[in-house]
């Protein structure tokens, strides 16, 4: 019940990472949907239909620019380059100027709005100079860095050769590596990047940032990022046996290089648990990877525990997710449903930290007759005063990492009142935010 709310709203993509990948080395390039979205959703419908596999750098003016995305490259059949389908063209999104290291659409001359496949990479500030791409609005939708320029100027290295009698008039300028007998210079595939940022990882139930925080181990996490997974959402299976998969949709989290269990991946929000191994360590380094190309890394101080109350809207805020169970059937508390002191009622949470060895099950299975105990005294807390507690631990049936605790109301005056989770740990107390309420009549 608690781990179906972990997964809300995906987040929209904003600047995602390709990686061009070469003969040469690759290009990593951040697309830029909100200076040109109608050029950057036209350069990815080509992506993704794998039009740009295997497509060649035709064209190759040292000092000025590299342009490919036209033809496509087939050693094993005759002919061995084929032209790209066209799409129709689309109009002109001209904002940005064509500096270095920047990618923009090739046009036809004099036709500012006939951009289709074709694309370029400029190798200076062409915005501006003799050549004066901006006048002729060449839209730029992307930027490389610093290691992408260094790959487009080898490319620009190498020898230029006039092949417009075998292939056409744009092989007047085909670069070739190893001279004139020598091979295309390939786009083997462009593929989006994993991108992760510290900002983008947060307590699954409360949102708070794991910049500010650190993560404990067995911490639920919700990461937002870009490229992190497939366009739709997947989410875990409960297996036979054993835990749940570490391996998601092509979708894997690495915390020192141990892949966690996770519980749902897209392309730009995913949730993973953090291995309970980290647990003895100072810091962490996370990672992930996407159909195996990999992210870069990121570094957390590990905390003893994080504690955090599911909410009823996933937002962190609110009525928590506290249940009053009747037999088979449940009741959920809210404003609509408030509970009565002396009501026994059951609250969902996370982030407690490690359990007690002889209680600790392994990371991502599903608590069934061992129930995990935290090693690490754990009370909760209304208006910041303790209340009764009959259970505190795992959550039967649920993902290990997911914490129950059953308790009685205490007398309260009708209304909203603050619900918290405390565990003690050896460096201090560690609290929930105080953004969780329980409603009372």
């Not at 389908?85 to 904002?95: G, L, M």
């Not at 992760?196 to 699954?204: M, N």
């Not at 036979?240 to 979708?251: E, R, V």
């Not at 690495?254 to 995913?270: E, H, K, M, W």
Request: charged share 5%; aromatic share 10%; with cysteine.
């Amino acid at each position: 019940m608690a781990v179906a709310l972990c997964a809300t709203a995906l987040q929209a993509q904003n600047n995602p990472t390709y990686r061009f990948i070469t003969n040469l080395g690759n290009i990593d390039v951040v697309l830029t949907p909100s200076v040109a979205p109608k050029t950057v959703a036209n350069f990815l419908s080509y992506v993704n239909a794998g039009y740009y596999n295997n497509t060649i750098f035709h064209r190759s003016v040292p000092g000025f620019v590299v342009q490919a995305g036209g033809y496509q490259y087939f050693p094993n059949q005759t002919p061995n380059v084929v032209a790209i389908p066209q799409s129709p063209a689309i109009p002109n999104e001209f904002n940005v100027t064509n500096a270095t290291g920047t990618i923009a659409m090739a046009l036809v001359s004099g036709n500012s709005n006939s951009a289709t496949s074709q694309w370029f990479f400029n190798l200076a500030n062409n915005g501006t100079n003799a050549n004066a791409l901006d006048s002729q609005m060449f839209t730029v939708f992307g930027q490389t860095n610093a290691a992408g320029i260094k790959v487009l100027n080898l490319i620009a290295a190498q020898p230029v050769f006039d092949y417009s009698a075998t292939y056409g008039s744009d092989f007047s300028t085909l670069p070739l590596s190893g001279g004139q007998t020598g091979t295309f210079i390939v786009v083997q595939s462009i593929v989006p990047v994993p991108t992760i940022t510290s900002a983008g990882f947060l307590s699954a139930a409360s949102y708070a940032p794991n910049s500010t925080t650190g993560i404990s181990p067995g911490e639920i996490l919700t990461v937002f990022g870009e490229g992190m997974g497939p366009s739709q959402l997947a989410t875990f299976t409960v297996p036979a046996s054993g835990p749940i998969a570490t391996n998601l949709a092509g979708t894997q989290v690495f915390f020192n290089g141990q892949a966690a269990p996770l519980i749902y991946t897209s392309n730009g929000q995913l949730s993973v648990i953090a291995p309970y191994s980290i647990g003895d360590l100072p810091t962490v380094s996370v990672s992930m990877s996407y159909n195996g190309i990999q992210s870069g890394a990121l570094n957390f101080p590990v905390k003893a525990a994080n504690p955090a109350i599911f909410t009823l809207n996933a937002s962190g805020s609110g009525d928590g997710v506290i249940v009053k169970y009747q037999g088979s059937s449940y009741t959920v508390i809210s404003a609509s449903s408030p509970a009565s002191p002396g009501d026994v009622l059951t609250l969902f949470g996370e982030g407690y930290g490690a359990a007690t060895t002889g209680s600790a099950v392994p990371d991502g299975t599903i608590v069934t007759s061992t129930l995990p105990v935290p090693a690490n005294p754990t009370t909760l807390l209304i208006d910041g005063n303790q209340v009764t507690t009959s259970y505190v631990g795992g959550a039967p049936y649920e993902i290990n990492a997911v914490l129950q605790v059953n308790f009685t109301v205490p007398q309260l005056a009708p209304g909203s009142h603050t619900i918290q989770l405390k565990v003690s740990t050896p460096n201090g107390d560690r609290i929930s935010p105080s953004t969780v309420t329980i409603q009372t009549k």
